[in-house]
């Protein structure tokens, strides 16, 4: 059975980077039937795509987050990681990790999300 | 860029069929993917590649797709049935993921 397990802070202050973790188990990071993703929902509101990394480390970014965003993977420990900078209010979201299908391009396995809010 | 969009909110009466669309001009090219959501809770894969299940999702819900537009069709809704449901495409470019605002179903 495939698990996706978030890890990370649950209160970031305005301006900080924000690092989450996602520990997969049941499958292995390296296959390349799929993408690692993140996605994230404020509360009260629907879900936004934020990215994604293929096994071949290559990286796919929501246009609006980009220049704040990097998505990195550690196949030794079947991880994958989210940094996203300069937080505001507005990134105050759960945050979820999910296995992507490659050519279905539809999120089969969620992980159950972590509470991320941003406040001084 | 390109997006998807769904109407906010939808109603059915118990046992009856509902139908929830998703809206964008990358639907023309691209199926889209169905998700359940219910409050506190991650959403979970109902439809997939324009009308497939995974395992364990009841044969109810079904989906289908014509031009711009895909629709999941649950026929003999079920109390349970009462959640939001989400959408997602690939953008034009076949890169990115598009999801729809969300349908908040309500079964009266």
């Known amino acids: 059975q495939v698990q996706l397990q978030e890890s990370g802070p649950g209160l970031v202050k305005p301006s900080q980077t924000l690092s989450l973790t996602c520990t997969v188990s049941?499958?292995?990071?390296?296959?390349?039937?799929?993408?690692w993703s993140w996605v994230r929902q404020p509360p009260g509101k629907g879900l936004e795509w934020i990215g994604y990394?293929?096994?071949?480390?290559?990286?796919y970014y929501n246009p609006s987050l980009k220049s704040r965003l990097s998505i990195s993977m550690d196949t030794s420990k079947n991880q994958f990681s989210l940094k996203l900078s300069s937080m505001t209010a507005a990134d105050t979201a759960v945050y979820f990790c999910?296995?992507?299908?490659?050519?279905?391009?539809?999120?089969?396995?969620w992980g159950q999300g972590t509470l991320v809010a941003v406040s001084s | 860029s390109s997006e998807v969009t769904q109407d906010p909110a939808v109603s059915v009466a118990l046992g009856q069929t509902v139908r929830i669309t998703c809206q964008g001009d990358?639907?023309?090219?691209?199926?889209a993917s169905w998700y359940q959501q219910k409050p506190g809770q991650a959403p979970v894969l109902i439809i997939y590649?324009?009308?497939s299940r995974p395992s364990g999702i009841p044969d109810r819900f079904s989906g289908s797709s014509s031009e711009n537009t895909a629709s999941l069709t649950i026929t003999g809704a079920q109390a349970e049935d009462e959640a939001d449901y989400h959408c997602?495409?690939?953008?034009?470019?076949?890169?990115?993921?598009?999801f729809g605002g969300g349908t908040k179903l309500t079964v009266l």
């Open positions: 997602t495409s690939r953008d034009n470019s076949g890169y990115y993921v598009l």
């Open positions: 049941g499958d292995s990071i390296r296959s390349g039937d799929y993408f």
């Open positions: 590649a324009k009308n």
């Open positions: 990358s639907l023309r090219s691209y199926s």
């Open positions: 999910a296995r992507l299908m490659v050519y279905a391009m539809a999120f089969d396995y």
């Open positions: 990394i293929y096994y071949s480390g290559s990286a």
